[in-house]
């Protein structure tokens, strides 16, 4: 007969979760997430695989609460409004973030998905998501005319997505607001619709 577990999944899994993003995956070691999650290394490994395993499932936890929450927040926006709350959330998050971890899809795709395909695809898929959905709102802007049309969608949401991973990754040197929100200004400008 199978023992029941003693323990929460998703209350390890969050634990663990915090030790990926605030160490990394290569400096976070298995007695790292024996202490963080307070279980043993065997009930790690049973429930959830090798660290590997246990970090693309904390991974995925991310994105489901911070990506994937975000964009679905937002989507309920106009187009304009969700684009601008979208990068709002990003700066107030990057500011609020005394330790400086950063976004952990972001440290992901500089740490590990060079070395990992399968990480390498996961993290491109989220952050062609990101992209989609700056895609939609710039589409639904331009239809609406609180986009600009001098830029092509495809091209603004691109833009879009290469100032919020270099957003990211600035905040966890330069933390300073009006670093952040002077990056975003001129992206901002960009989606102005020019009088007629």
Known sequence: MVRPREFDEAE?????????????????????????TGITGASLYNAFGDKRALYEKALDRYVEGSVAAR??????????????????????????????????????????????????????????????????????????GSIAHSQPADDLARHLLGILMGLRVLARVRPERALLEGLLRPAMALLEPRPN
């Not at 390890?12 to 993003?21: D, G, I, M, N």
């Not at 926006?77 to 971890?101: H, N, Q, W």
């Not at 972001?106 to 990992?116: S, Y």
């Not at 895609?135 to 609406?144: F, K, M, S, T």
């Open 71 to 144: 964009i679905e927040r937002c989507s309920a926006l106009p187009p304009r409004e969700a684009i601008e709350a979208f990068f709002a959330d990003i700066v107030a998050r990057s500011l609020g973030d005394p330790d400086r971890k950063g976004c952990m899809l972001v440290n992901a795709a500089l740490e590990v998905a060079p070395h990992d395909p399968a990480i390498r695809r996961a993290v491109a898929g989220v952050l062609t998501e990101i992209e989609t959905f700056f895609r939609q709102c710039i589409l639904a802007g331009q239809a609406d």
């Open 12 to 36: 390890v899994l969050s634990a663990a979760l915090k030790c990926f993003w605030a160490r990394g995956f290569e400096a976070t070691s298995m007695r790292d997430l024996i202490a963080r």
